[in-house]
C-alpha cells in the first residue's frame, strides 16, 4: 500500500510542469516574469490586508533579526504541513485534513514571502530615499525581478524573504507590544533577565 502512495507520488510530480516550464524559460522571461508576479501580488495582498501588512512590513524592517529568527521554523513548519496535506490527500482522512492543511500552507507561506519582499524593498527605498509602502512594493518588485536572473538565487532570496515576512506577520498577528517599544527590538537577556 505504501509503495502504491509513494508510487503515485513520485508519477504526480514528474508529471507536473510548473517546474519543467520555469527552468526552461530564459533569465530574462523568469525576471519579467516575477517582477510582474511580485508587483501584482504585493498590491493585491497588501490592499486586501491593510492594517496587518502595513503593520508586518513595518516590524519586518524595523527588527529583521527577530523575524527571521521567529520565521525559520515557521516556514519549515507551515511547508511540512503543506506536503503532509499533500500526502494524504489519498487516504480516507484526507479530503479533511488534507486539505485544510494545503490550505493553510498555500495561504500564508505567499503572504509571508510577499510581506519579507515589501520589507527588503521598504528598507533599501528608505536608503535610497524614497520611503513608504508604495516604494517598498515597487524595489522589492525589482529585487525579485533581478534575482529571477538565477534559479538558486530566486530559491535563497525566497527562503529568506519567506522567513523574515512569516516571522513578521506571526508577531503581527499574535504579539501585543509594538515596533517602537524597546523591549521588542532587543533580544534577550539585554533586555531583562
Known amino acids: 500500500m505504501g509503495e502504491a502512495v509513494g508510487n503515485d507520488l513520485t508519477g504526480t510530480l514528474a ?3 510548473l517546474v519543467a516550464i520555469y527552468q526552461s524559460l530564459g533569465p530574462v522571461e523568469r525576471a519579467i516574469g516575477q517582477f510582474v508576479a511580485t508587483l ?9 490586508v491593510q492594517g496587518a501588512g502595513t503593520r508586518a512590513v513595518e516590524k519586518s ?3 529583521p533579526v527577530i523575524s527571521i529568527c521567529i520565521g525559520t ?5 507551515l511547508s511540512a504541513l503543506g506536503t503532509a496535506g499533500y500526502l494524504i490527500l489519498d487516504s480516507s482522512l484526507g479530503l479533511f485534513f488534507g486539505m485544510l492543511f494545503l490550505l493553510v500552507s498555500a495561504a ?3 503572504a ?3 510581506i519579507g519582499v515589501v520589507g527588503i524593498g521598504t528598507g533599501i527605498g528608505a536608503r535610497l ?4 509602502l508604495p516604494a517598498g512594493v515597487v524595489v522589492g518588485s525589482i529585487l525579485a525581478g533581478l534575482v529571477g536572473v538565477s534559479i538558486p538565487a530566486t530559491a535563497g532570496f525566497g527562503v529568506i524573504a519567506a522567513a523574515l515576512g512569516t ?3 506571526a508577531r503581527v498577528l499574535f504579539g501585543g507590544g509594538n515596533v517602537s517599544s524597546p523591549d521588542d527590538r532587543t533580544v534577550p537577556p539585554a533586555n531583562k533577565i
Open 167 to 169: 516571522g513578521a506577520l
Open 15 to 17: 508529471s507536473s510542469d
Open 61 to 63: 524592517r524595523r527588527s
Open 73 to 77: 521554523p515557521g516556514v519549515f513548519v
Open 112 to 114: 509571508g514571502l510577499v
Open 108 to 110: 500564508v507561506l505567499p
Open 40 to 48: 501584482i501580488v504585493a498590491a493585491v495582498l497588501l490592499g486586501l
Open 129 to 132: 530615499g524614497r520611503d513608504g
